[in-house]
């Protein structure tokens, strides 16, 4: 309604403001990814308030296999936080595009491999028994082990258990952490036979003569063996 300057008034007209609600982005709950070449994870975003014909936008896209697409396949290489942007076709209103942490973000966590290392080698005597040294490394903190076969060991989940296998044994240890596993390291125990001895013939000398003492070793043994009288 208008009143000018001389006091005349208009009649009313009136325009109404169609106020339409933006989209609402729920973009799903934060996933977790292994290092190297663990396969992409689909996103799964809601939307709602909205027509239901929308076009989409992810930003970074970088990692993504469509990011124009409601639910492309994530596999980044490094940790990274997505955001959705979703736009109604119908009423042209957009929803809030932000990075920060709210039901439009979604963190993608890649988990680095770690790194197994089982230990030098070990010679043991049949019969005795020696410590592996398995490591976990690149990841953590915390690290389970795995040791296969269990045969010969005090435990295939210990990083250090005591191995007394009855022959030459091949050990394959594979470390997990943040359920990521490493690739597997080996390692050897070679099992050494006990080797016999003869300390040869008895013998009878007169008093200050002397005579040859003529041992022999057997059983396996090394070509390098040392006698101890």
């Known amino acids: 309604q208008i009143i000018d300057n001389r006091g005349c008034v208009s009649n009313i007209d009136y325009v109404w403001i169609d106020v339409t609600p933006k989209p609402v982005v729920d973009a799903g709950y934060d996933i977790a990814l292994c290092g190297d070449d663990a396969p992409c994870q689909v996103l799964a975003p809601t939307i709602s308030n909205g027509s239901g014909l929308y076009t989409y936008n992810w930003f970074p896209s970088a990692g ?3 990011s124009t ?3 492309p396949c994530a596999r980044p290489d490094t940790t990274t936080i997505y955001t959705l942007v979703v736009t109604d076709q119908a009423t042209g209103c957009t929803s809030e595009a932000t990075t920060v942490d709210t039901n439009a973000t979604i963190t993608v966590v890649v988990h680095p491999i770690p790194i197994a290392d089982a230990g030098p080698d070990l010679d043991v005597c049949f019969g005795d028994s020696g410590q592996l040294v398995g490591i ?3 990841a ?7 040791w296969s076969p269990s045969t010969g060991l005090s ?4 990083p250090n258990p005591m191995a007394s296998p009855s022959l030459t044994t091949e050990y394959t240890l594979v470390v997990w952490s943040n359920g990521c596993p490493s690739y597997a390291d080996t390692v050897v125990v070679n099992i050494h036979n006990i080797p016999t001895l003869s300390a040869g013939q008895d013998r009878e000398i007169c008093l200050g003569d002397s005579v040859l003492l003529d041992p022999t070793a057997g059983g396996g043994a090394a070509t390098d063996v040392t006698f101890l009288w």
Not at 140 to 146: I, T, V
């Open 155 to 158: 435990s295939d989940t210990d």
């Open 69 to 71: 697409i409601l639910n």
């Open 140 to 146: 953590g903190p915390l690290y389970d082990f795995q």
């Open 64 to 66: 993504l296999s469509d």
């Open 136 to 138: 976990g490394s690149n």
